[in-house]
């Protein structure tokens, strides 16, 4: 049985978590982190890793970016496997997350769904067949009206997959509204809309001379991100010391 501790466990991704392991049979939460009690779980709650005293072999994080180096360090300091979902990390703390995998296994994703991390998958075969072909790629992604870091983590992982898959020749463009020019074709424009309740769209579109290819991903509910970090969990507790992503995971 795989021990867990969620961080950020009265969170809405922390009790989405909840249902999601509740109908899992390798897995069982064993403490949560929040800085507020809830009388409703079963298990104890404290207010951060460091100071947890149950036995884990991994804690899963969907919180904010700003308490994610202390995450870190209380993790390396416990030994415990971390799988690091909370999107918007500056350089500075992915430099953290590199550091700490030398001590314990991380895997770190910009989103933890199964279904988009085949996209990213895909994209690396098709994109150097269409980008040569002279397609322009676009990038637009969806979020609801609560979202505060844009454009969002996926898109970038989405990009930064397109761009690694051409060499790094692209660029990204982020605003077109400050210069009046014809596209750049080493560029990957990347757009961010907000509004309502949208849990997560994802749109690649590669549009050439007479056709458009389009790829979407509509994330319907937050279980699926819950569901890639349980078997992200389940996939750390077999690995040495280092620092993963989901495309190790479905592998």
Request: aromatic share 4%; charged share 25%.
């Amino acid at each position: 049985m795989i021990k867990v501790i969620i961080n950020g466990c009265n969170g809405k991704m922390g009790k989405v978590l909840q249902e999601v392991i509740a109908a899992e049979e390798e897995v069982e939460i064993v403490a949560g982190v929040d800085i507020k009690q809830n009388p409703d779980v079963a298990y104890p709650i404290f207010s951060s890793v460091a100071q947890c005293t149950c036995e884990a072999d991994v804690v899963i994080d969907f919180t904010i970016a700003k308490i994610v180096d202390q995450l870190l360090d209380d993790c390396v300091q416990k030994k415990i496997a971390l799988v690091l979902c909370t999107t918007g990390l500056s350089p500075e703390q992915l430099k953290h997350v590199e550091e700490a995998s030398k001590v314990i296994p991380i895997v770190q994703s910009y989103n933890m769904s199964l279904g988009i991390n085949t996209l990213a998958k895909v994209l690396e075969s098709i994109a150097p067949v269409l980008a040569d072909a002279g397609f322009d790629i676009e990038i637009i992604e969806k979020h609801h009206n609560q979202k505060i870091d844009a454009p969002s983590g996926t898109a970038i992982l989405l990009a930064n997959t397109v761009n690694a898959a051409l060499n790094n020749e692209y660029h990204y463009k982020y605003d077109r509204t400050t210069e009046r020019a014809a596209r750049d074709k080493k560029e990957i424009g990347i757009s961010a809309i907000r509004g309502g309740t949208i849990v997560g769209e994802h749109n690649v579109i590669f549009a050439g001379q007479d056709e458009v290819l389009e790829l979407t991903h509509q994330a319907h509910s937050k279980a699926v991100f819950a569901k890639g970090a349980v078997q992200a969990a389940k996939f750390l507790a077999k690995k040495e010391n280092g620092r993963y992503t989901m495309r190790d995971v479905i592998a």
